[in-house]
């Protein structure tokens, strides 16, 4: 590898360095129902986005709470220290579309009805706010 294909990766393996991610895969929801919740958090401090959470009446804010406390442990276990308040903040979080089991209905005049029974993957990045914006 030349050198300057080395720095160029060094400095992409720093950036990452504050960034850690958590996903949580086939959640048995559908993913328009976990996008309205994910959109609630999107871009908050992860304090305040656990206790919207927390407070919101949706089911499936319950599975988004959880896996923001995953990635914020895994974030703490990557740079050996607890984080401090106001430290880190939802960069990402983006819900995707799992399998869909497809089920049949019995219908009147013998027909059936398909029912399909969605899933999703949701996927949260969790960052440190750069130095210029603590202050």
């Known amino acids: 590898m030349g050198a300057r294909k080395r720095l160029a990766a060094e400095k992409r ?3 990452k360095k504050n960034i850690c991610c958590a996903k949580l895969r086939g959640v048995p929801s559908s993913p328009r129902k976990m ?3 994910v959109d609630m958090v999107r ?4 304090n305040r986005a656990l206790a ?3 407070f919101s009446n949706k089911a499936a804010s319950k599975d988004v709470e959880k896996l923001l406390r995953s990635a914020i442990a895994n974030w703490e276990v990557k740079n050996d220290r ?3 308040d106001g430290e880190l903040f939802v960069s990402r979080i983006f819900v995707d579309e799992g399998v869909t089991l497809k089920r049949m209905r019995p219908a ?3 027909r059936g009805y398909r029912i399909r029974k969605r899933s999703n993957h949701v996927t949260v990045f969790v960052d440190t706010k750069p ?5």
């Not at 871009?43 to 992860?46: K, R």
């Open 43 to 46: 871009g908050m401090e992860v």
């Open 82 to 84: 607890k984080a401090e």
């Open 131 to 135: 130095n210029d914006e603590k202050e």
């Open 108 to 110: 009147p005049q013998g």
């Open 35 to 37: 996008r309205y919740v």
């Open 52 to 54: 919207v959470l927390r």
């Open 13 to 15: 393996k720093a950036e």
